[in-house]
């Protein structure tokens, strides 16, 4: 079938599609994000072919994960964050490193690949949703429950890591110069000196819209500062969104945190929606009759062998039973930094497409059976109640 041309058809297409199987999803107790991967499956070429991958599809999304991050980072304060550092870079580190290293033998020892593709599909195993594991802990009401934090640190650092993996991939594949790292580094420093210059101005500014009352006002505040953190991060070379998690963290300081919060909200969670969209379409659902076996595989190491690496590593950290185990389940979960790390991999070369693609269709997998984890595990239900004695 030829796929329907024009962007307003496209839309349409996954508005209706969204609100049929979110809706369908919400009657039955399943997190809304299934219904948008599940819509982005059948729209997408996998499914009835209606639309194609669309790079406008991704940027759009993209800006969901960047308000997203941002939203979190108005919950947090920098205080927070040195409070949680024993978390993000201690327990983060740990489960970062040993997941990369421990997949990355794995596949250099079973499959004899290179030492960089074996660590570039090591930390793409290691990564897991923030997106998706924010969205659906914030449905359940856990964030600021001891697991929830828990998962944020991680989450946190995974971030940070992602960055290096892609500088990595760069670095290997020849598309980065010798100077590259050097470079990034002095960039980072430049933002992370200039948003703590901007600190003053921008809570003024917030806290002076916040006075008038004015939502479209806030709305257009809220909207300038998230995105244009963005730009200043991405034309720097570095991640935008945590870049935009770090502005948030500025607002979030001063006294109209929960104006801008609010207004941010819909925005938020539409563009979220959109991002689960278009994983649905990425997904190559046609390897699945020849490489089941692979796909499998791969999903046992991403559900199973990440809950007990954060698990164990949680519980070395001095973290209760309980709560390492529900941790563990809040990140046995692939990511969007997994899918982008793998695709650009294999699009260079750097990763051959017959290991990326059925690691990619469980990452999918992983994440569609991982929206229902995280709500188990985060709101508290089921057998995973476990006490020590």
Same mark, same amino acid.
């Given at each position: 079938?030829?796929?329907?041309?024009?962007?307003?058809?496209?839309?349409?297409?996954?508005?209706?599609?969204?609100?049929?199987?979110?809706?369908?999803?919400?009657?039955?107790?399943?997190?809304?994000?299934?219904?948008?991967?599940?819509?982005?499956?059948?729209?997408?070429?996998?499914?009835?072919?209606?639309?194609?991958?669309?790079?406008?599809?991704?940027?759009?999304?993209?800006?969901?994960?960047?308000?997203?991050?941002?939203?979190?980072?108005? $919950?947090?304060?920098? $205080?927070?964050?040195?409070?949680?550092?024993?978390?993000?870079?201690?327990?983060?580190?740990?489960?970062?490193?040993?997941?990369?290293?421990?997949?990355?033998?794995?596949?250099?020892?079973?499959?004899?690949?290179?030492?960089?593709?074996?660590?570039?599909?090591?930390?793409?195993?290691?990564?897991?949703?923030?997106?998706?594991?924010?969205?659906?802990?914030?449905?359940?009401?856990?964030?600021?429950?001891?697991?929830?934090?828990?998962?944020?640190?991680?989450?946190?650092?995974?971030?940070?890591?992602?960055?290096?993996?892609?500088?990595?991939?760069?670095?290997?594949?020849?598309?980065?110069?010798?100077?590259?790292?050097?470079?990034?580094?002095?960039?980072?420093?430049?933002?992370?000196?200039?948003?703590?210059?901007?600190?003053?101005?921008?809570?003024?500014?917030?806290?002076?819209?916040?006075?008038?009352?004015?939502?479209?006002?806030?709305?257009?505040?809220?909207?300038?500062?998230?995105?244009?953190?963005?730009?200043?991060?991405?034309?720097? #070379?570095?991640?935008?969104?945590?870049?935009?998690?770090?502005?948030?963290?500025?607002?979030?300081?001063?006294?109209?945190?929960?104006?801008?919060?609010?207004?941010?909200?819909?925005?938020?969670?539409?563009?979220?929606?959109?991002?689960?969209?278009?994983?649905?379409?990425?997904?190559?659902?046609?390897?699945?009759?020849?490489?089941?076996?692979?796909?499998?595989?791969?999903?046992?190491?991403?559900?199973?062998?990440?809950?007990?690496?954060?698990?164990?590593?949680?519980?070395?950290?001095?973290?209760?039973?309980?709560?390492?185990?529900?941790?563990?389940?809040?990140?046995?979960?692939? #990511?969007?930094?997994?899918?982008?790390?793998?695709?650009?991999?294999?699009?260079?070369?750097?990763?051959?497409?017959?290991?990326? #693609?059925?690691?990619?269709?469980?990452?999918?997998?992983?994440?569609?059976? #991982?929206?229902?984890?995280?709500?188990?595990?985060?709101?508290?239900?089921?057998?995973?109640?476990?006490?020590?004695?």
């Amino acid at each position: 079938m030829h796929g329907v041309t024009g962007f307003a058809e496209s839309a349409a297409l996954l508005v209706c599609a969204a609100f049929v199987l979110v809706t369908i999803c919400s009657r039955i107790g399943v997190p809304s994000i299934v219904g948008y991967i599940l819509a982005g499956i059948v729209i997408g070429p996998a499914g009835l072919g209606l639309i194609a991958e669309s790079a406008a599809l991704s940027s759009i999304g993209e800006i969901g994960v960047v308000l997203l991050l941002f939203a979190l980072g108005l $919950e947090f304060s920098f $205080e927070k964050l040195v409070t949680l550092r024993k978390h993000v870079f201690g327990l983060g580190a740990v489960q970062v490193s040993v997941t990369t290293i421990t997949v990355s033998l794995v596949a250099s020892l079973v499959f004899d690949l290179a030492s960089v593709s074996a660590i570039l599909i090591g930390g793409a195993v290691a990564m897991s949703s923030t997106a998706m594991c924010l969205k659906v802990l914030a449905g359940a009401n856990a964030l600021g429950s001891a697991h929830g934090r828990l998962a944020i640190a991680v989450l946190l650092f995974q971030d940070l890591a992602a960055v290096a993996f892609l500088l990595l991939h760069d670095a290997m594949s020849g598309a980065a110069e010798g100077y590259g790292v050097i470079t990034v580094i002095a960039s980072a420093t430049a933002v992370v000196a200039a948003l703590f210059i901007a600190r003053g101005p921008l809570q003024v500014l917030a806290r002076w819209v916040a006075l008038r009352g004015d939502p479209e006002l806030a709305q257009l505040l809220a909207l300038t500062i998230a995105l244009g953190s963005t730009i200043v991060a991405t034309s720097a #070379g570095l991640s935008p969104a945590l870049a935009a998690f770090t502005t948030g963290m500025i607002i979030g300081e001063g006294d109209a945190r929960h104006a801008v919060e609010n207004e941010i909200r819909p925005f938020r969670d539409l563009f979220v929606g959109i991002f689960f969209i278009g994983i649905g379409t990425q997904l190559p659902l046609w390897i699945l009759p020849s490489q089941w076996p692979a796909v499998l595989v791969w999903l046992a190491i991403i559900l199973c062998g990440k809950t007990l690496i954060v698990f164990v590593v949680a519980r070395l950290f001095g973290e209760a039973l309980q709560t390492s185990l529900r941790t563990g389940v809040i990140l046995a979960n692939g #990511g969007e930094f997994s899918l982008m790390l793998l695709s650009v991999s294999s699009t260079s070369g750097t990763v051959a497409e017959e290991f990326a #693609g059925p690691l990619l269709l469980a990452i999918g997998v992983s994440m569609l059976a #991982g929206s229902l984890m995280i709500r188990w595990a985060g709101s508290g239900l089921g057998p995973i109640d476990i006490r020590p004695c």
